[in-house]
């Protein structure tokens, strides 16, 4: 199993100003990684998908990158809307053996 | 717009069954391979299982596997879990969620509201 492991468990900055979150694999996955912003009682949503691509809808102030083991989300001017929690997925292999990291908490400072 | 509208949840006591339902609407349903994601109460999340556009090719985790069945009606626009053999540890909310692209892109667009499992005695 590929384990994502996420860091810092919790982020906290001011809004207006940066973030950058993290997302490492213990094995490479290529740019097979998504990233979702989940807010509380709600689904998760799509924000980033090969790695650096945003899906349909997500603002430009969001922005993926990374390959192989190492990856960023970063967050270039926080809006009061971006306070939730950031999960990783990795999904490389064929058949599926789809792994999530366990999140970043985003929260204002 | 896409609406993936889940119901079938509740409490069930280990060992029982509960068949999830996902009905969709807004978009072409035959088109999509579809997935089963939960989330244990405050935890992390886990992938459950994948079914494609035809429903002749499933895969499930680990976890899940030769307890669960994911399956799907094109005709009615509605994905399905079944899930037997309940244990404590099943207890979380599912979600139903669209792929994607299968194979290529197994990540996971649009997601249902979510609906609660609760494995207790």
């Known amino acids: 199993e590929i384990v994502m492991t996420q860091s810092p468990a919790t982020l906290s900055v001011s809004p207006g100003e940066r973030a950058t979150l993290s997302c490492r694999a213990s094995q490479s996955v290529s740019s097979n990684l998504a990233w979702y912003q989940q807010k509380p009682g709600q689904a998760p949503r799509l924000l980033i998908y090969g790695a650096s691509t945003r899906a349909t809808g997500i603002p430009a102030r969001f922005s993926g990158s990374g390959s192989g083991t190492e990856f960023t989300l970063t967050i270039s001017s926080l809006q009061s809307e971006d306070f939730a929690v950031y999960f990783c997925q990795q999904y490389n292999r064929w058949p599926p053996e789809i792994t999530f990291g366990q999140g970043t908490r985003l929260e204002i400072k | 717009e896409v609406q993936l509208l889940q119901s079938g949840g509740g409490l069930v006591q280990p060992g029982g069954s509960l068949r999830l339902s996902c009905a969709a609407s807004g978009f072409t349903f035959s088109s999509y391979a579809m997935s089963w994601v939960r989330q244990a109460p405050g935890k992390g999340l886990e992938w459950v299982s994948v079914?494609?556009?035809?429903?002749?090719?499933?895969y499930y985790a680990d976890s899940v596997k030769g307890r669960f069945t994911i399956s799907r009606d094109n005709s009615k626009n509605t994905l399905y879990l079944q899930m037997n053999s309940l244990r404590a540890d099943d207890t979380a909310v599912y979600y139903c969620?669209?792929?994607?692209?299968?194979?290529?892109?197994?990540?996971?667009?649009?997601w249902g509201q979510g609906t609660l499992v609760n494995v207790s005695s």
């Open positions: 079914i494609s556009v035809s429903g002749g090719s499933t």
């Open positions: 969620a669209t792929v994607q692209q299968w194979v290529v892109q197994t990540c996971f667009d649009y």
